[in-house]
């Protein structure tokens, strides 16, 4: 059994870089049969006094759509939506256009395609800063797909699993048209408000694979961070790990057959014109021997140019309620994302007035 010096001395900027390129990742140290984890995996202990959950009865909500098209339910789905948006800004949504075993054998897929074999390379990219103490126990795919995107886009993503997760993205885009009319309908505009804002054609994929942890108290899956987009749909397995902050607790987001979680990006407050809050979650080390699979699909505008701009809504900007947030270009955003691609509220914080 292979032991890891977590004492060793190394640099932290470094380290990491070499795990990427590895092609293992940290599927490759579990394997290896270390019981004790590598010293940039170690949050610093101030950093871990927050891991507290609020209580089992907590629970984030949960909005059933399979009367969505009925006109006497639709206003009270919108009315959920616009609720959970402005004072969760997370919800899970269930009895969706997404068939639960699309959704199932794809991470399936997944999964099978990170034991298998290692022809396609693992990121991890949080390098110890003074955002992200440590680097997150998992490893990652991605794919950015963009309006003049090829399939060649899709690069990135383990061959074994490609087509799958390309058909998955092409229904979660329709299933966040919906969602996005019932947001826009929140807010009192017209249904298809966002979607003229182009929020539907940029988008990024995530795939997460969290493998277990020998010492989960020490380390973290995903620091705390508010996400950069419009939304983001998350869709997870029956491993848990994924909390929100609410109310200053961490509030356990437990798993649902079929559901899909929902949330508000830094872009969508702003556009709201604070009406919809973005918020802080996490994902915590896996305990479990079972790994955690997860796939976030982010949403954002389509338009990249130096002279397309963005920022609230003018319907909801008001001599009682002003614009808080600046215009800004989506080349902004991402020379920030380019920086840092965790934080909270980031955006938020940068183009407020």
């Known amino acids: 059994m292979v032991e890891v010096d977590t004492g060793m001395e190394c640099d932290r900027m470094e380290e990491p870089k070499?795990?990427?390129?590895?092609?293992?990742?940290?599927k490759g140290l579990v394997d290896s049969g270390i019981t004790s984890i590598p010293k940039i995996f170690i949050y610093p202990s101030e950093n871990l006094y927050d891991l507290k959950v609020a209580a089992s009865c907590v629970e984030i909500p949960t909005i059933d759509l399979s009367n969505l098209y009925l006109e006497s339910q639709?206003?009270?789905?919108?009315?959920?939506?616009?609720?959970?948006?402005?004072?969760?800004?997370?919800?899970?949504?269930?009895?969706?256009?997404?068939?639960?075993?699309?959704?199932?054998g794809t991470m399936a897929a997944f999964k099978s395609c990170r034991e298998q074999n290692n022809t396609?390379?693992?990121?991890?990219?949080?390098?110890?800063?003074?955002?992200?103490?440590?680097v997150n126990w998992k490893d990652s795919v991605r794919a950015f797909v963009e309006p003049w995107s090829g399939p060649e886009c899709y690069d990135g993503i383990p061959s074994g699993c490609r087509k799958e997760l390309m058909e998955l993205v092409d229904s979660a885009t329709r299933l966040a048209d919906i969602v996005m009319e019932l947001m826009s309908e929140g807010l009192g505009v017209e249904p298809g408000r966002l979607k003229e804002l182009t929020c539907l054609e940029s988008k990024?994929?995530?795939?997460?694979?969290?493998?277990?942890?020998?010492?989960?108290?020490l380390a973290m899956g995903l620091n705390p961070h508010t996400d950069?987009?419009?939304?983001?749909?998350?869709?997870?397995?029956?491993?848990?790990?994924?909390?929100?902050?609410?109310?200053?607790?961490?509030?356990?987001?437990?798993?649902?057959?079929?559901?899909?979680?929902?949330?508000?990006?830094d872009l969508l407050q702003i556009i709201s014109n604070d009406r919809y809050k973005s918020v802080q979650h996490r994902v915590v080390a896996n305990s479990s021997r079972d790994p955690r699979i997860s796939f976030g699909f982010f949403f954002n505008p389509g338009k990249n140019g130096e002279e397309d701009y963005y920022g609230p809504l003018?319907?909801?900007?008001?001599?009682?309620?002003?614009?808080?947030?600046?215009?800004?270009?989506?080349?902004?955003?991402?020379?920030?994302?380019?920086?840092?691609?965790?934080?909270?509220k980031e955006l938020v914080n940068l183009f407020k007035l």
């Not at 609410?246 to 929902?262: A, L, S």
């Open 228 to 265: 950069k987009s419009v939304i983001t749909f998350l869709m997870q397995n029956h491993v848990t790990g994924l909390q929100a902050k609410h109310d200053q607790e961490w509030v356990e987001v437990k798993p649902k057959d079929g559901g899909i979680i929902v949330n508000v990006g």
């Open 120 to 134: 396609v390379t693992y990121y991890n990219n949080q390098i110890p800063s003074n955002v992200a103490k440590a």
């Open 314 to 344: 003018p319907e909801l900007v008001t001599p009682t309620k002003p614009a808080l947030y600046r215009n800004y270009s989506m080349a902004e955003v991402r020379k920030v994302e380019s920086i840092s691609d965790s934080g909270i």
């Open 204 to 217: 990024k994929i995530r795939c997460h694979y969290y493998p277990y942890c020998p010492q989960p108290d």
């Open 18 to 26: 070499v795990l990427d390129y590895s092609k293992n990742g940290v």
């Open 74 to 104: 639709r206003p009270k789905i919108v009315n959920q939506v616009k609720d959970a948006s402005e004072k969760w800004g997370f919800f899970q949504i269930i009895n969706h256009i997404l068939p639960k075993q699309v959704m199932n």
